[in-house]
């Protein structure tokens, strides 16, 4: 299996987590989103554990919470001692509403507004993960108003190809996030941040991209980073306290897939950090980093109902299900692999070619191309498609007012729900 929280059981049936999909699916109904806490706390573990064995007790895993966001997951992830990093004043709201420590939060996105920097302000955040000058100089005249001393890193690109999807590569020079090492930016914005009076620069942040499995990418960059550092520090006798080094280990949607060992990239990643500090003569500075998907992706599950099988002879096949891209839109943006699988029927050989649809009025929504299913397929049978705990709920949309599914989660022999199913009144709500 694909997951090693995925198995069959005596019925035939996929369960997950040790639960019986089909059962769920009962008590529940589709489209069903579920998560594994136990695998999620045990991915912040190993985050947390790892980074302090190899980099010192000091560093600290920040989760990404754009991959999923929702108030147990801050719950989760505020029990399990790590940070977290935020987008918007929504995932900040989302976050404070959970009880979670904002101290530990860092503010991230290439445009902030004034509103967006005056509140997170009065919610006391601990970081801003700042982008550009203009939102340095208005983060500068708000904190100045608030009489506060803010503390920030600065977005830095170094400026490497992380060899993976455009539509989710940064660290490019011609990147949109972050200010480029390359044409002198990211000097002339820490020069401009260390004379503002209401800010205090306390680190070096940089993210290369997403779903990268290409060896060397975390590497360069780090060296990259490092050697700015010691830019920095000899020009303006700067000493960085924090390095941030983003997310974006790839995970195994498909078999074909490589699985990344967690561990064995922080050490290896840890190793050449202490070397290059060493070598450079600086002081160590303080590692975070910021996993997204590699911390929750292979914890979710999505479940659909089939409606129809439909057979364009001499041409190709179709099955459609109960949702699609407002759930998962990631195969219309992306194209992205997924692993598919009729949950009701795991005994049965896949042998019929389709096209795995959703239900929206759009052709591009779909899930997955080209996948195989069992011959018997047919109308209210049930389809798991795996490894969806990133950015799938994050993602989903009411595009055609369809309602959000719900998410459960799975712990130990209990299921609760964490998310409720929209109805249809929610749909309406802002409606006058
Ligand atoms: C999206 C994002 C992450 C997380 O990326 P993953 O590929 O999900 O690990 C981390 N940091 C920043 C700034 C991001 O935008």
Do not use: W
Not at 226 to 232: A, E, M, P, Q
Not at 289 to 297: N, Q
Not at 379 to 406: E, F
Not at 409 to 420: F, P, R
Request: aromatic letters at 10%.
């Amino acid at each position: 299996m694909i997951c090693d929280n995925l198995d069959i059981n005596e019925l035939g049936h996929l369960t997950f987590s040790g639960f019986d999909t089909v059962d769920l699916v009962k008590k529940y109904g589709t489209p069903l989103y579920l998560l594994d806490e136990n695998k999620i706390r045990e991915k912040c573990h190993l985050y947390l554990e790892t980074m302090h064995k190899y980099f010192g007790k000091d560093a600290l895993p920040l989760y990404a919470s754009k991959a999923n966001c929702f108030k147990q997951m801050y719950k989760i992830v505020g029990e399990e001692h790590i940070g977290i990093d935020v987008v918007s004043l929504g995932e900040l709201y989302t976050a404070h509403a959970a009880g979670f420590d904002l101290s530990k939060a860092f503010f991230h996105g290439n445009n902030k507004t004034d509103e967006d920097i005056y509140q997170a302000i009065k919610y006391n955040i601990g970081y801003f993960v700042v982008d550009n000058e203009e939102e340095l100089l208005s983060l500068q005249e708000i904190a100045q108003k608030e009489q506060v001393v803010q503390k920030i890193l600065i977005r830095i690109t170094p400026g490497i190809d992380p060899h993976t999807y455009v539509e989710v590569a940064t660290g490019n020079v011609d990147s949109k996030f972050g200010n480029a090492i390359a044409t002198g930016q990211a000097d002339k914005i820490v020069e401009l941040a260390l004379r503002q009076k209401n800010i205090r620069l306390v680190g070096l942040h940089c993210h290369v991209g997403s779903q990268v499995f290409t060896e060397d990418v975390h590497l360069k960059a780090l060296r990259i980073m490092l050697d700015f550092v010691k830019h920095i520090k000899d020009k303006y006798n700067y000493e960085t306290e924090k390095l941030n080094l983003g997310g974006g280990f790839g995970v195994r949607y498909v078999e074909s897939d490589p699985l990344i060992d967690i561990e064995s990239k922080i050490r290896e990643i840890a190793d050449e950090f202490h070397q290059v500090c060493h070598k450079l003569k600086i002081r160590e500075p303080q590692i975070l980093m910021e996993p997204g998907r590699s911390l929750i992706a292979d914890s979710g599950l999505t479940l659909y109902s089939v409606g129809s099988v439909k057979k364009i002879i001499g041409y190709k096949n179709y099955v459609s299900v109960d949702g699609g891209m407002t759930d998962n839109p990631r195969y219309a943006l992306y194209k992205s692999s997924y692993t598919c699988l009729c949950a009701n029927k795991m005994r049965e050989s896949n042998n019929f070619k389709c096209d795995l649809v959703g239900r929206c009025c759009e052709s591009g929504d779909i899930i997955q191309k080209d996948i195989l299913l069992p011959d018997s397929i047919r109308r209210n049978d049930l389809i798991a498609v795996c490894t969806t705990g990133a950015y799938n709920y994050s993602m989903s949309s009411n595009y055609n007012r369809l309602p959000k599914p719900p998410v459960v989660m799975l712990k130990d022999k209990q299921d609760y729900l964490v998310v409720k199913r929209e109805s249809y009144q929610d749909l309406i709500r802002n409606d006058i």
